[in-house]
């Protein structure tokens, strides 16, 4: 048998996966929450603080101009990895910032009883913030409904597209269901609404190859830290003319053009909307974490994945106390599960003892939760850095971990 993904050799990379948690080796399976971080970031980060660190765009010194090119050097990795222009990626502080960076931009031009479609899967990140709109500016939102297997029902979506849908806000891949949405084919059929298309790629763009300009999207929202990268950064792609049409989101340094006691104008995108020093370490940190991932080879991570969650599937074959939420097909590595008769909560504290980390609760996405009838779930999610030896030690202390119910 071949070995397509050396996943030794990923580990190592991985400081963190050497510890040990309650006297048991670190199972870490909570990667779709944030996932590690390999040396390639850490150590970018500590140099640039060791070597080479100022304030961005503003410096005549030759520090200033280091870290000005590291910063915009990690938008072109940024911008390469999605296939966008430099211009058309703006760092936010997360994915759930770039959201409400375009929630508030599009809600300017927004009128009462305007449409925005969201669906019953989003994380709460995209849906509080069109919440915000429909507060403040009277717009209506429509919920996708999601079928028993975890899908976007596709019917139910094209009889809610109307002449008053102006933005259609969807997540490219569920946090909690596991599910990778048809995008193209979602985009394609809102724009014919002559709708405005922002997916939602927080968990996608971790296990996918994206490519902004074939979706077609005209934005797509995500985060650093759960791409390897570190926290406190976040990425919007928009198209060049939709970010050019879209207004600021905060004011102050950096994002304007000139500043006088009677008017303002403003940067060109992206700057316009990066007010303010920037998250200048985490965007190298993040353009490290690119770097890194681009030398792997990204189909053997996602078999490798999809290996591990089938392998778990396997090994709780026949589990009649278990009930899994979200059997979409080809749906990625995460496993959102409920165990009869134990809160998610004590089932993620046990596994705890086991050295295995899991996530339990709403995972920010009550409406979903409603939608299966749960108050909350526990969920595995495997990154490429889990093994087969793991997903086996997960099968054998969930097994014990019901016993306790049972
Ligand atoms: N959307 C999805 C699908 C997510 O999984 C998350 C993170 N849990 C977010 C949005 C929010 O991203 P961030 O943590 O970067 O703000």
Redesign the pocket.
């Known amino acids: 048998m071949s070995v397509a993904f050396d996943v030794e050799a990923v580990r190592a990379e991985f400081p963190i996966l050497q510890r040990e948690v309650n006297g048991k080796p670190l199972v870490y399976l909570d990667s ?3 996932a590690q971080k390999p040396r390639a970031v850490i150590e970018a980060m500590t140099r640039a603080m060791e070597h080479s660190y100022a304030n961005v765009h503003r410096g005549l010194h030759t520090l200033a101009n280091e870290t000005t090119d590291a910063y915009e050097a990690a938008r072109r990795k940024t911008a390469a990895f999605i296939g966008a222009a430099e211009t058309e990626v703006v760092f936010t502080k ?6 409400n960076l375009v929630a508030s931009g599009l809600g300017a031009g927004l009128h009462p009883g305007d449409e925005i479609v969201l669906s019953e899967m ?2 709460h ?2 849906i509080v913030p069109w919440h915000f709109l429909r507060e403040r500016k009277g717009v209506v939102l429509k919920f996708v409904p999601v079928t028993d297997d975890g899908q976007l029902d596709l019917e139910a979506f094209q009889r809610l597209l109307g002449p008053k849908t102006r933005v259609v806000a969807l ?1 490219h ?3 909690v269901l596991g599910t990778i949405n048809p995008a193209m084919e979602l985009t394609r059929m809102a724009h014919e609404a002559g709708a405005v298309v922002l997916l ?1 790629g ?2 996608a763009v971790v296990h996918k190859p994206v490519d902004v300009k074939a979706l077609d999207v005209d934005f797509y ?6 791409l390897y990268g570190p926290t406190g950064i ?1 990425i919007l792609y928009g198209k060049a003319e939709r970010l050019a049409a879209l207004p600021p989101y905060q004011g102050g340094g950096e994002m304007i053009g000139t500043v006088t006691v009677d008017e303002i104008t403003y940067a060109d995108p992206p700057h316009r909307f990066e007010a303010g020093t920037p998250p200048i370490l985490e965007a190298i940190g993040l353009g490290a974490a690119i770097d890194w991932l681009s030398g792997l080879d990204r189909t053997a991570i996602s078999a490798h994945e999809h290996r591990l969650y089938e392998r778990v599937r396997e090994g709780l074959n026949g589990a009649n106390w278990l009930k899994v939420i979200g059997d979409a097909p080809g749906k990625g590595a995460i496993l959102s599960f409920t165990v009869e008769g134990a809160h998610a909560h004590d089932v993620a504290q046990i596994l705890d003892r086991y050295g295995i980390a899991v996530r339990a609760g709403t ?2 996405a009550e409406p979903l939760m409603r939608r299966f009838g749960v108050t909350s779930s526990a969920r595995a999610s495997f990154a490429l850095y889990n093994t087969e030896a793991e997903a086996d030690a997960f099968v054998d202390a969930l097994t014990k971990t019901q016993a306790f119910f049972a």
Do not use: P
């Open positions: 779709a929450a944030s997360g994915g759930t910032e770039a959201i989003e994380h990140a995209n997540s891949m569920s946090n939602d927080c968990q929202a995500f985060s650093g830290h759960k976040g995972h920010c």
